[in-house]
C-alpha cells in the first residue's frame, strides 16, 4: 500500500487527502510548474525549518555568494534523512514518475522512470551518484538566488519539490519563487509562483515538452528566488536523483 503523505493532523471532511494527480498534470503540461496548497501543516513547516541550526544531520553547507549563486546559504541533509522529508521524496515521486515517464516519451528520450523511489536511487548510487539532494534553504535580508538548475550527474528525474517554511508577509518580505523557461527562437518568460506557508510547488527541473505545430519540442526551464527585503524565508526542496 502507497504511504499517505504526511500531514500534522488529519485533512478536515471538506479536504481531499491528497492531491489531485491529473489536475497537477495537467498544470505541469499547461506551464511547467504546479502548486500543492497546504502541503505541510504549519507546525511540520516550523519542525522543518527549525533543523537549519542543529549540528547534525547535514553533509554540508554552501554559502551562495561565496560560488557566485546569489546570497543566502542552504544544507544538504545527509542520509538516513529526517522521517518527515523522507516520506515526503518516497511518496510524491510514485505520481510523478508516471508524469515524467510521458514527459520523456514526448521529448523523445529513451529513458523510463521505475514506479519505486528506491528503485530509481539504485540506479543513481549504480552511476556513482550517492549523495542526498534534499536540502534545506536560508535567506536573510538582501539574500536572493540566482537562476539556475539543479542537475548532478547524468541520473536527472526532470521533476522536484520546493515547499514554504516561513509564512509571507509575516516572517519575510519579497523573495517570490521565480520560474522562467526559453523556447525557441524566443524571449524568456517567467512566471511568479504564489506561495503561502506549507504550500509546495513541483517544476521542471531542466526541460518540458511543449506541443508545437509540427509536435513537441522541448523548453528549458529554470528558478530562483527574488531579493528578500526583510526577516527570514526558509525552503525545503526534495530533489529527487542524487549528486555525483
Excluded at 553547507?61 to 518516497?90: C, D, N, Q
Excluded at 514526448?106 to 536540502?135: E, K, N, S, V, Y
Excluded at 518580505?173 to 523557461?181: C, D, H, M, V, Y
Aim: aromatic content about 10%; charged content about 20%; glycine content about 10%.
Amino acid at each position: 500500500m502507497q504511504d499517505s503523505l504526511p500531514f500534522a493532523a488529519p485533512p478536515p471532511p471538506d479536504r481531499e487527502p491528497g492531491p489531485d494527480w491529473s489536475h497537477v498534470a495537467a498544470a505541469l503540461d499547461a506551464r511547467g510548474w504546479a502548486c500543492l496548497p497546504g502541503m505541510l501543516a504549519p507546525a511540520d513547516a516550523d519542525a522543518i525549518a527549525g533543523l537549519y541550526d542543529r549540528p547534525d544531520g547535514f553533509r554540508s553547507r554552501v554559502v551562495m555568494e561565496r560560488h557566485g549563486f546569489g546570497r543566502g546559504e542552504y544544507r544538504y541533509f545527509a542520509y538516513p534523512l529526517p522521517p518527515l522529508v523522507e516520506t515526503l521524496r518516497r511518496t510524491l515521486y510514485p505520481p510523478l514518475a508516471a508524469i515524467a515517464n510521458g514527459w520523456h516519451a514526448r521529448m523523445g528520450l529513451a529513458a523510463r522512470f521505475p514506479a519505486r523511489h528506491a528503485d530509481f536511487i539504485a540506479t543513481c548510487h549504480a552511476a556513482g551518484q550517492c549523495r542526498p539532494t534534499p536540502l534545506l534553504l536560508r535567506y536573510g535580508p538582501g539574500d536572493y538566488n540566482c537562476l539556475h538548475q539543479d542537475l548532478y550527474g547524468a541520473q536527472v528525474f526532470p521533476l522536484q519539490v520546493a515547499i514554504l517554511l516561513s509564512r509571507p508577509d509575516d516572517d519575510f518580505t519579497g523573495g517570490a519563487f521565480i520560474l522562467t523557461e526559453q523556447r525557441p527562437r524566443m524571449q524568456s518568460r517567467a512566471d511568479v509562483v504564489p506561495l503561502d506557508k506549507g504550500d509546495a510547488v513541483i517544476f521542471a527541473v531542466n526541460h518540458r515538452p511543449v506541443q508545437g505545430t509540427r509536435g513537441p519540442y522541448r523548453v528549458a526551464m529554470r528558478h530562483g528566488v527574488g531579493t528578500v527585503r526583510s526577516g527570514l524565508r526558509h525552503t525545503l526542496g526534495i530533489i529527487f536523483h542524487d549528486a555525483a
